[in-house]
């Protein structure tokens, strides 16, 4: 398998903060790199797939970047809204598709 | 707009097998576009992939759960399931079905999701 590894694991900020949350990959996965925000009792929400394309609707304020094992995502200003675990996903081996195991961000 | 949801029993019983449906609107499943998954939460924990399966019935599944499972797909009823057997408190979770994009394998949309339960 895959592995993936976000850091940091918890994330306290303001609103209006630039924000940036990591995710290594145990070997190469290109661009097959996926991220989500999810929020208490709801179903994760796709925000950035092929490691930068924003998803439709989502806000500007979300970026995405890397390839090959490191990729980052960057909120540029925390809106009240954006508080929320954060999952990164490789969608580049079936067997199986691995998730990171979340970046909770807070707030300070 | 594609939506999914997910339906099936919310307890079962230990070594029992779960047995969860989800069924796909504003869109067909028999899509090329798309593969169709299962992913699980247990309470207060990440994400877990279980697998995913096309239109056609060819399934991939997540190794650690492979001797376990069973996706089926019904295109005439626009759903597919998802079978755990001999489930037992470590499968209580809560489980997403969601559509797997053919190309980049981003997931999206995702059903609301039904907590399975696995107590006596």
């Known amino acids: 398998d895959i592995q993936m590894t976000q850091s940091p694991s918890s994330l306290s900020a303001s609103v209006g903060d630039r924000v940036t949350i990591t995710c290594r990959a145990s070997q190469s996965i290109t661009s097959y790199l996926n991220w989500y925000q999810q929020k208490p009792g709801k179903a994760p929400k796709l925000l950035i797939y092929?490691?930068?394309s924003l998803q439709s609707g989502v806000p500007s304020r979300f970026s995405g970047s890397g390839s090959g094992t490191d990729f980052t995502l960057t909120i540029s200003s925390l809106q009240p809204e954006d508080f929320a675990t954060y999952y990164c996903?490789?969608?580049?081996?079936?067997?199986?598709?691995?998730f990171g195991q979340g970046t909770k961000l807070e707030i300070k | 707009q594609l939506q999914l949801l997910e339906s099936g029993p919310g307890l079962v019983k230990p070594s029992e097998t779960l047995s969860l449906t989800c069924t796909v609107s504003?869109?067909?499943?028999?899509?090329?576009?798309?593969?169709w998954g299962w992913i699980r939460q247990p309470p207060g924990k990440g994400l877990e992939w279980i697998g995913s399966?096309?239109?056609?019935?060819?399934?991939y599944y997540n190794p650690s759960l492979k001797s376990r499972v069973t996706f089926s797909v019904d295109t005439s009823r626009n759903h597919f399931s998802l079978k755990l057997s001999s489930v037992t408190a470590a499968d209580t979770a809560v489980y997403y079905c969601a559509s797997v994009g053919a190309v980049a394998g981003r997931l999206d949309p995702w059903g609301q999701g039904t907590l399975v339960t696995v107590s006596s």
């Open positions: 996903q490789q969608s580049y081996s079936t067997l199986p598709y691995t």
């Open positions: 092929a490691a930068s």
């Open positions: 399966i096309y239109y056609t019935g060819s399934t």
């Open positions: 504003g869109g067909s499943i028999s899509s090329s576009s798309y593969y």
